[in-house]
């Protein structure tokens, strides 16, 4: 079996759920709770090569954060926007689950089925 990792906010309806679908399979995944510790700027570019999309699409672009780092500058380079995910690490969409070479944002949390192995 491919190990699991959910990055999950246990405030967020949809990291809940999606957590909830794992376990309803009897899966356990390793739980990161991200906002507690954050992902350093190697592990999120990690993390967004095997999701195969760019930082920019991994924003929150309704985050307080996001408004206020002025993250919309479409001049900001990945390396940016990675740093300012890193930072802040709110700006990142949720729930992730990674498993094996695979990731997927759970939005909705039934998308995460899809890379189950």
Do not use: F, W
Request: charged share 25%.
């Amino acid at each position: 079996m491919t190990d699991l990792t959910l990055y999950h906010n246990p405030r967020c309806s949809k990291s809940r759920g999606a957590l909830e679908l794992l376990e309803a399979r009897g899966l356990t995944p390793t739980v990161v709770r991200y906002l507690d510790t954050p992902l350093d700027a190697a592990q999120l570019e990690r993390l967004l090569g095997k999701l195969g999309i760019s930082a920019r699409q991994l924003l929150r672009t309704g985050e307080d954060e996001y408004k206020a780092l002025n993250l919309a500058d479409a001049s900001l380079s990945q390396a940016q926007l990675i740093a300012a995910i890193a930072a802040h690490p709110k700006l990142m969409e949720r729930p992730i689950l990674e498993a094996g070479e695979k990731a997927m944002i759970g939005r909705p949390p039934e998308k995460i089925l899809e890379i189950l192995p």
